[in-house]
């Protein structure tokens, strides 16, 4: 199965698993995420990403996105 993974503005997040090559990656508005969508994202067992401290935007956070779940392929 795919890692289910939520960036967000967080210093705590999980690590991603150099076992497995499939993600799904859900980069959110430069607002934040819902409460409603916070509590599909916990229903669907999705870790965090956290990127930054900062507020990215949407486009730069996916860039990040990808390059933190590719780090452990190197």
Avoid: H, M, N, Y
Wanted: negative net charge; glycine residues 4%.
């Amino acid at each position: 199965a795919p890692q289910v993974w939520v960036c967000e503005q967080s210093e705590s997040a999980s690590q991603p698993d150099p076992a497995s090559e499939d993600a799904i990656v859900f980069v959110g508005p430069e607002g934040g995420w819902t409460t409603d969508e916070r509590a599909q994202f916990l229903e669907a067992k999705a870790r965090t990403l956290a990127l930054s401290r900062a507020t990215l935007r949407s486009e730069t956070a996916a860039v990040a996105a990808a390059t933190a779940l590719l780090r452990p392929f190197r």
